[in-house]
C-alpha cells in the first residue's frame, strides 16, 4: 500500500479515536489492537503491515458507503414512540412495574432509547435476547451497567446490584418477553426492595406480547402478584400507526409534497412490516435512486412486503 495511503489511514484513525474519547475505543471498534496501531504510526510493526491497513481500508470504506446512502431520522416522537416513552416516565416516578407491549416494528426500542439518552443518570438499559434470559443472566447485565463484578454467586449478585441502584431510578428491559418467569420476578422484585423502604424504583419491561403471556403462563396467583403491582401496561399494533406518525419518520416527502408516496408508506407501517420496515422500504429504495412511488412499490415487492391486508 503506498504510504501516502497509509498516513490518509491513520490520520481517519485519530479522528475516530478523538470522536470516540480514546485510541483504544477506537482500535476495539475497528477490531484492530491499540498497540498494532501505535506501532504502525511508529513505523516499528513487524507482522504483515499491508495485512493490518487493509482491515483499516475496508471499515473506513463501509463507513463511507454508509454515510453516502439514506440517514433515518434519529428520533421522531410518534404517538406510539411517545406513549411509551411516558409510561416508562411514570414508572420512574412512581416505582413499580409498567409494561409496554406491541407488534415489531413500531418504535418500542426508539423510546427506550430516546428515554435513557434523555435521563442517562437515573436509568439503566438492558437488552435481552435468547443467550440472556435467565435469572442470572440478566443480573449479570444489569450489573455491567453498574460496573459491578459478576463472578458471584445469583444471590451476592442482587445484593451487591441492590446497594448500587438508588432512589428515583428506573430499569428498563428490553426485548422483555425473552425472559423467564422467574427472571421476571427478579428484576421486578428490586422495585418491591425500594418499595420496603419508602423509595421508588421503576422497572419498566418493553417487548412484544409474550411478556403477559409470559405471565399468565404460571398460576393465576402469580399473576396477580404481578398484575396488581403494575402502574401500566399499553398494548399497540402497527394499525394504530397514523399518518401524522409518518409524515415524521419521512420529512423529505412532506417537504415535496409527495402525498401518494406518503400514503403507501402509511399502508406498510400498517402492515406486518411495521414503522421500522416502511423505514427499511424507503432507504434502499432511495439509495436505488428511485424512492417515487413506482419505485417503492418495486421495492416493497422485491421485499416481500404485502399491504394489500390493510383495512382503513
Known sequence: MEQT?????????????AEMGSANKAANRIGIPASTIS???????????DAQFAKLAAY???????????????????????KIYQTIKT????????????????????????????????SIVITVNPCFKSAKAVLKL??????????????????AIAQKLHDGMVIIIDEGQLLTFHGIETIRSFADYFS???????VAFVGDNGIEEKF????????????????????????DIKRDDVDLMFPLLVSSHMEQELEFL???????????????????????????????????????????????
Not at 458507503?65 to 428520533?75: F, I, N, W
Not at 399468565?216 to 394499525?239: A, C, D, H, M
Open 5 to 17: 495511503k497509509e498516513v490518509s489511514l491513520l490520520a481517519k484513525f485519530d479522528e475516530l479515536a
Open 39 to 49: 506501532m504502525l504510526k511508529k513505523g516499528a510493526y513487524s507482522g504483515n503491515k
Open 60 to 82: 473506513f470504506d463501509t463507513k463511507t458507503e454508509g454515510a453516502e446512502g439514506y440517514s433515518e431520522v434519529d428520533y421522531a416522537p410518534t404517538s406510539i414512540s411517545e
Open 91 to 122: 414508572c420512574q416516578i412512581k416505582g413499580g412495574v409498567a409494561i409496554a407491549t406491541g407488534d415489531s416494528g413500531i418504535g418500542k426500542t426508539k423510546a427506550v432509547q430516546k428515554y435513557h439518552s434523555d435521563n442517562p443518570l437515573n
Open 142 to 159: 444489569i450489573a455491567l451497567e453498574l460496573n459491578v463484578p459478576i463472578s458471584q454467586s445469583t444471590d451476592d449478585l442482587w445484593i
Open 196 to 202: 420496603d423502604r419508602g423509595q421508588t424504583l421503576g
Open 216 to 239: 399468565e403462563g404460571k398460576t393465576r396467583r402469580n399473576y396477580r402478584q404481578i398484575n396488581n403491582r403494575k402502574w401500566l401496561s399499553p398494548k399497540f399494533v402497527t394499525t
Open 266 to 312: 402509511h399502508k406498510v407501517a400498517q402492515s406486518e412490516a411495521g414503522l421500522r420496515g416502511a423505514v427499511r422500504l424507503f432507504s434502499q429504495a432511495y439509495d436505488n435512486g428511485n424512492f417515487h412511488l413506482n419505485g417503492l412499490a418495486a421495492m416493497a415487492k422485491f421485499m416481500r412486503i404485502d399491504v394489500r391486508s390493510v383495512v382503513r
